[in-house]
């Protein structure tokens, strides 16, 4: 049997679900197991979504995991440090590391070798390309499902996630005629009633004002400051119909929700494109991809228009450092 292999969780749980599935992919053609590493309260994001104890790594194991896929790319001293703390600890790490602007990138040939090495593998990146989780996205998936009681779910709802937080100085925030829309596809009859999840607690109320003005009737997901992140998931996952942000968490309610909707007529919209950059994931088959404006912050103080979003620049679920980077609590992707 090869090593474990580890995998550092960090970002929200959107980003972690990704990790935790390309890590469970590759250990289940290894045969091992799999190990985290990371931030203590990151790491319990993930375990109360998947209700399960995660196995840690050891550390002593730990000092192994800075070992790099590309050990030119060090100084000669970085190297030898590395070999006698991998030996001080009685074995060598392959390190796959993957920048965020990565985070869609298909695996390089170098990246493959790696993973195919006898030595423990440790990813620390996002891993969101289809190449690293493969059907380890269906199996993490249908985990959560099953965690989705039937008489929760929303057979006459159309979920929708409106995603801000640190989106708004990138720059990767959607455009609110996106999300309009797509609700016109969605329901445009206003038969169904609107469920909308959002980062910034504000910005969600405003979204809802402008739907009930609009003629839906909508309300904000249940989940309050202290609720854990995974209900918002569930929550969304359980709506027949759901408009997707352009964001890892609403992914993955929309891949959950097409378990728990399996035969059941089901629209899910999503935007097209995914983000500014040149790498992005394609909608799964079955999704109807909407094309959308990415902008910069509008005018906060402006109400939900085609023009801008009324909020608060996060709430306090999400904090004041969101994004990809942070290895806080409590954050959605």
């Not at 250990?27 to 399960?52: K, N, P, T, W």
């Not at 493969?134 to 929303?154: C, E, F, M």
């Not at 708004?168 to 609110?176: A, D, H, Y």
């Not at 009633?193 to 739907?211: I, P």
Request: hydrophobic share 40%.
């Amino acid at each position: 049997m090869h090593r474990p292999v580890l995998v550092r969780l960090q970002g929200g749980l959107g980003n972690q679900l990704f990790q935790y599935a390309a890590a469970l992919e590759l250990s289940e053609v290894r045969r091992c197991d799999v190990m985290v590493y990371g931030h203590e309260d990151v790491i319990r994001v993930l375990e109360a979504a998947l209700d399960a104890r995660l196995p840690r790594v050891e550390a002593k194991l730990d000092l192994t995991v800075p070992v790099a896929v590309r050990p030119k790319e060090m100084k000669g001293s970085q190297r030898l440090l590395i070999r006698v703390l991998g030996k001080a600890a009685g074995t060598r790490t392959n390190l796959i590391r993957q920048l965020p602007q990565q985070a869609h990138a298909a695996p390089t040939s170098q990246v493959r070798r790696a993973m195919r090495s006898k030595r423990s593998v440790a990813f620390d990146g996002y891993f969101q390309h289809a190449d690293f989780a493969g059907s380890s996205i269906d199996i993490v998936a249908s985990l959560l499902a099953a965690r989705i009681p039937a008489a929760t779910r929303r057979p006459d709802t159309v979920g929708i996630f409106v995603r801000r937080g640190d989106y708004v100085s990138l720059g990767f925030q959607l455009s609110p005629d996106f999300y309009f829309a797509a609700l016109e596809i969605a329901d445009s009859e206003r038969h169904c009633s609107v469920l909308v999840a959002c980062d910034d607690r504000l910005a969600g109320q405003s979204v809802a004002r402008e739907l009930e003005a609009r003629g839906w009737a909508a309300a904000l997901a249940p989940a309050s400051v202290q609720a854990p992140v995974h209900e918002d998931l569930f929550a969304l996952a359980g709506c027949r119909h759901l408009v997707m942000s352009n964001s890892t968490y609403s992914w993955w309610g929309a891949k959950i929700g097409d378990i728990l909707w399996r035969d059941e007529n089901r629209r899910v919209i999503a935007p097209d494109p995914w983000s500014p950059g040149p790498e992005r994931p394609s909608p799964p088959r079955g999704w109807y991809a909407l094309p959308a404006r990415l902008e910069r912050d509008a005018d906060p103080s402006q109400p939900v228009t085609a023009k801008g979003l009324d909020s608060e620049r996060l709430d306090q679920r999400t904090g004041s450092k969101s994004g990809p980077l942070s290895e806080r609590p409590g954050a959605r992707e």
